[in-house]
């Protein structure tokens, strides 16, 4: 950019550490400590509950969450929630992983297994002698019973495909809006579990096609899985939408795939990084819903209104405190690092746009850093034409660039008058032709 171009205010509007710990009275921030296991694994059920603990094992050792103890926790947690249900794959693997490390009473239960494995047999053959004889006598709604009980049968042995297509192929004998409602939801928590989030998406719409089956129970449900879905799909405004719009009815009734604590952190992180102002105040803050899950999570709540107050500093620590556990989350953890760059840019967006000169230190104070890589983050947000504004290194102040509103005032009244005057003749010579009569006819050749 040109000197020319540009217009500066003088050095009179130097911001202080904007959101610095001397302008306002300390919080409490939360602490550090590491990720209780046993209260987070209670807020969930099911298969999930499971999945959540393997993945807290797997990631557990990773330097940025730098706990390692966790991982033996997880596990022995693991294999005693498994130990409840029929899943032998699922107990191989755990002890497998756990590899004698907990002693005798963690190792492979083989005779475990092995009566598992022969009781799924009998059953098995059981529901396939039922479904055949339902399909002789052409009952459909013992059919769909049938193939239903198939895909609980499936699902509760960790045989996810075939549970897909069992619940799938219920669909060709549903009767009413409540048995759609049913195969969708059934199909919607497998393909959650499988990682397979456009049935996720395809069903939530057909789902939503039948609003008279639809209680506000399962809208919420719907809404969560919306969410997860868009999240994935890193579609972060729309996840926060369906997030926000989940009702607070919801509760523990969706805890084999997500906790209410879920709803505000996924929820209240993707509006951060993507809302502006207006939308964070009237849909997120102002969302009497919503509030109650934020409620839940007080540090999600505190660090939202830190950051629509301008207290970037507490925000970003907040942050900071969360990160270790966000990223033991099975459906966050690959979100994290993006949506935490989207927040930091948003907040250093705002920080500048008030004031026309900023002293890099004070900022860099206010965020946390040093002046040296507050200068980098600038200089790409100013490069990417997100931040109006130059750099002058030498003294370590950026100068925003401000528009000329004066100027820029007096040539929209100059065009607006040009464009009246440019009307009001086209109309005189109009209305002059019409007076006179004067019409141009085409003249037919001869």
Same mark, same amino acid.
């Given at each position: 950019?040109?000197?020319?171009?540009?217009?500066?205010?003088?050095?009179?509007?130097?911001?202080?550490?904007?959101?610095?710990?001397?302008?306002?009275?300390?919080?409490?921030?939360?602490?550090?400590?590491?990720?209780?296991?046993?209260?987070?694994?209670?807020?969930?059920?099911?298969?999930?509950?499971?999945?959540?603990?393997?993945?807290?094992?797997?990631?557990?050792?990773?330097?940025?969450?730098?706990?390692?103890?966790?991982?033996?926790?997880?596990?022995?947690?693991?294999?005693?929630?498994?130990?409840?249900?029929?899943?032998?794959?699922?107990?191989?693997?755990?002890?497998?992983?756990?590899?004698?490390?907990?002693?005798?009473?963690?190792?492979?239960?083989?005779?475990?297994?092995?009566?598992?494995?022969?009781?799924?047999?009998?059953?098995?053959?059981?529901?396939?002698?039922?479904?055949?004889?339902?399909?002789?006598?052409?009952?459909?709604?013992?059919?769909?019973?049938?193939?239903?009980?198939?895909?609980?049968?499936?699902?509760?042995?960790?045989?996810?495909?075939?549970?897909?297509?069992?619940?799938?192929?219920?669909?060709?004998?549903?009767?009413?809006?409540?048995?759609?409602?049913?195969?969708?939801?059934?199909?919607?928590?497998?393909?959650?579990?499988?990682?397979?989030?456009?049935?996720?998406?395809?069903?939530?719409?057909?789902?939503?096609?039948?609003?008279?089956?639809?209680?506000?129970?399962?809208?919420?449900?719907?809404?969560?899985?919306?969410?997860?879905?868009?999240?994935?799909?890193?579609?972060?405004?729309?996840?926060?939408?369906?997030?926000?719009?989940?009702?607070?009815?919801?509760?523990?009734?969706?805890?084999?795939?997500?906790?209410?604590?879920?709803?505000?952190?996924?929820?209240?992180?993707?509006?951060?990084?993507?809302?502006?102002?207006?939308?964070?105040?009237?849909?997120?803050?102002? /969302?009497?819903?919503?509030?109650?899950?934020? *409620? $839940?999570?007080? @540090?999600?709540?505190? &660090? =939202?209104? %830190?950051?629509?107050?301008?207290?970037?500093?507490?925000?970003?620590?907040?942050?900071?405190?969360?990160?270790?556990?966000?990223?033991?989350?099975?459906?966050?953890?690959?979100?994290?690092?993006?949506?935490?760059?989207?927040?930091?840019?948003?907040?250093?967006?705002?920080?500048?746009?008030?004031?026309?000169?900023?002293?890099?230190?004070?900022?860099? /104070?206010?965020?946390?850093?040093?002046?040296? *890589? $507050?200068?980098? @983050?600038?200089?790409? &947000? =100013?490069? %990417?034409?997100?931040?109006?504004?130059?750099?002058?290194?030498?003294?370590?102040?950026?100068?925003?660039?401000?528009?000329?509103?004066?100027?820029?005032?007096?040539?929209?009244?100059?065009?607006?008058?040009?464009?009246?005057?440019?009307?009001?003749?086209?109309?005189?010579?109009?209305?002059?032709?019409?007076?006179?009569?004067?019409?141009?006819?085409?003249?037919?050749?001869?």
């Amino acid at each position: 950019m040109d000197a020319d171009d540009e217009t500066f205010a003088p050095i009179t509007d130097e911001v202080g550490a904007n959101g610095g710990d001397e302008q306002r009275s300390r919080r409490p921030i939360i602490s550090g400590d590491h990720l209780d296991i046993e209260a987070y694994a209670s807020l969930y059920s099911g298969r999930t509950k499971i999945m959540r603990l393997l993945f807290i094992a797997d990631h557990s050792s990773d330097e940025k969450v730098g706990n390692p103890s966790m991982n033996l926790e997880a596990l022995r947690m693991a294999y005693d929630e498994i130990k409840k249900g029929e899943n032998t794959q699922l107990m191989r693997e755990v002890a497998q992983k756990i590899n004698g490390r907990l002693g005798p009473s963690y190792e492979l239960d083989s005779a475990w297994c092995d009566a598992v494995d022969h009781r799924a047999e009998q059953k098995k053959e059981k529901l396939d002698n039922e479904l055949n004889a339902y399909r002789t006598n052409l009952i459909k709604e013992s059919i769909r019973m049938g193939y239903n009980d198939f895909g609980d049968f499936y699902y509760a042995h960790g045989q996810l495909g075939d549970a897909f297509k069992s619940y799938v192929r219920t669909r060709d004998y549903c009767t009413t809006s409540k048995h759609i409602v049913h195969m969708c939801m059934s199909v919607i928590l497998v393909s959650i579990e499988m990682g397979q989030f456009t049935h996720v998406t395809s069903y939530v719409n057909k789902a939503e096609q039948a609003p008279d089956a639809l209680d506000s129970i399962t809208i919420a449900k719907l809404r969560c899985a919306a969410g997860l879905a868009n999240l994935e799909a890193k579609k972060y405004k729309l996840a926060a939408r369906k997030f926000l719009e989940t009702n607070p009815e919801l509760g523990s009734h969706y805890s084999e795939v997500i906790a209410p604590q879920d709803v505000a952190t996924y929820g209240g992180l993707c509006a951060l990084a993507t809302f502006d102002r207006t939308e964070l105040k009237s849909k997120v803050i102002d /969302n009497l819903n919503f509030r109650n899950f934020l *409620e $839940l999570v007080p @540090e999600v709540r505190e &660090l =939202i209104n %830190d950051f629509y107050s301008s207290h970037y500093a507490s925000c970003l620590e907040y942050l900071g405190n969360l990160k270790a556990n966000l990223l033991l989350d099975i459906h966050l953890h690959d979100h994290v690092e993006t949506l935490y760059d989207q927040i930091r840019h948003k907040a250093l967006i705002q920080y500048t746009l008030p004031f026309v000169s900023v002293d890099l230190s004070m900022m860099a /104070n206010a965020f946390k850093t040093t002046v040296a *890589e $507050l200068q980098k @983050e600038l200089e790409a &947000l =100013i490069t %990417d034409n997100q931040i109006q504004a130059r750099i002058d290194s030498h003294n370590k102040i950026l100068y925003a660039r401000h528009a000329d509103q004066r100027n820029a005032t007096f040539q929209r009244v100059l065009e607006t008058g040009r464009e009246f005057d440019r009307d009001v003749r086209s109309m005189l010579l109009r209305s002059n032709l019409v007076k006179h009569d004067y019409n141009v006819r085409q003249f037919r050749k001869l």
